[in-house]
């Protein structure tokens, strides 16, 4: 089975966060400026979220210095309600059904 976006995600920031050997707690400090959010680092990590918000993907990002790694990521696998376009993934256009 196809992993989703966010279980590929998951498994990029625990990679990138375990090779620099940093906790879950900093990452959530680092990125949310909020030690309370490490539950929320757990669940991306385990592949719990499998469609995170925008917001989160970019906090998490540029906290562990991966924002060409996940823009790389996101032109491989779609987010949900998002096709190929040109290689690089658009939001998709309403139905008119």
């Not at 990679?15 to 906790?23: F, L, N």
């Not at 030690?35 to 499998?50: C, F, H, S, T």
């Not at 210095?65 to 823009?71: M, R």
Request: with cysteine; hydrophobic share 35%.
């Amino acid at each position: 089975m196809t992993k989703s976006f966010g279980e590929l995600f998951g498994d990029l920031i625990r990679e990138r966060r375990e090779a620099e050997g940093r906790s879950q707690k900093w990452l959530a400090l680092e990125a949310f400026d909020d030690p309370e959010k490490v539950r929320r680092i757990g669940d991306l990590e385990r592949g719990k979220i499998k469609n995170p918000h925008a917001n989160t993907i970019a906090q998490i990002a540029k906290a562990l210095g991966i924002e060409n790694e996940v823009a790389t990521l996101r032109k491989r696998v779609p987010l949900p309600g998002q096709k190929a376009s040109d290689g690089v993934y658009a939001p998709c256009e309403p139905s008119s059904n």
